[in-house]
């Protein structure tokens, strides 16, 4: 129900302010690299030149400073995750809004799920201790990395959207998920009941086909479902 209602940048009310935390993983190599980069650093300029979101309010990790170095706060280090979340926590209140938004690898073992950073990694159930922290009562989770839907269960409350890239056994991601969701609030093609406004749902829908298009083309299994 939340999902069918939800649109990524809501309309104001009373004082609450909107924040957003970005992260990118490590790459691992040139091209997933350049992915994560461009998706996140897109992203970024969405909410602030598109939606007005404070730059103060948004804090961007990244593998390095990327080509915009401006645009990064710190490394995506485990230190510096646990101490953006740690801040969010502390200053946003309940009637805020939060978005997050990571793109990259993860790998699954027996303990769990970890996104991979520079360095140490993060575990699942460390993300979603340091989410569940976050007062904020609206929130919009968009986790693009393998395994991701395995984090639904941990961070559903009411008033929270979660999008993932990968269900809880796909491993793989190929078709550029965060670049593609980016994509749709510039696409008038996802904007499906013409009002002029993108909603989460329809943004959902759009990366759906989108990323099934993908693997019809390139001929292979599709290895991830949003």
């Not at 801040?87 to 027996?110: N, P, V, Y």
């Not at 769990?112 to 950073?117: A, D, E, I, P, T």
């Not at 990323?211 to 001929?219: F, I, R, T």
Request: charged share 25%; aromatic share 12%.
């Amino acid at each position: 129900c939340t999902l069918l209602i939800g649109i990524l940048f809501i309309v104001p009310f009373g004082f609450a302010e909107d924040y957003a935390l970005i992260i990118g993983g490590v790459g691992g190599e040139k091209s997933f690299y350049d992915e994560f980069w461009r998706a996140t650093s897109r992203m970024h300029d969405l909410l602030t030149r598109e939606y007005g979101y404070s730059p103060r309010n948004i804090t961007f990790l990244f593998e390095d400073e990327g080509s915009t170095p401006e645009l990064v706060d710190e490394k995506a280090t485990k230190a510096n995750v646990e101490q953006a979340f740690a801040e969010m926590a502390q200053k946003i209140q309940s009637a805020d809004r939060f978005i997050l938004l990571m793109i990259g690898h993860a790998t699954k073992t027996g303990g769990g799920l970890k996104f991979n950073l520079t360095g140490r990694d993060v575990s699942d159930t460390e993300y979603a201790d340091f989410i569940n922290r976050i007062p904020a009562k609206q929130m919009n989770l968009i986790l693009g990395f393998p395994y991701s839907a395995s984090m639904v269960p941990q961070v559903s409350k009411d008033g929270r959207t979660i999008i993932t890239s990968c269900s809880p056994r796909e491993g793989y991601m190929r078709s550029g998920f965060g670049n593609i969701f980016v994509d749709a609030f510039s696409d008038g093609a996802a904007d499906t009941d013409g009002d002029g406004e993108i909603s989460l749902l329809e943004a959902f829908l759009y990366t759906q086909s989108r990323v099934k298009e993908w693997y019809e083309k390139d001929g292979s299994v599709e290895s991830e479902h949003p």
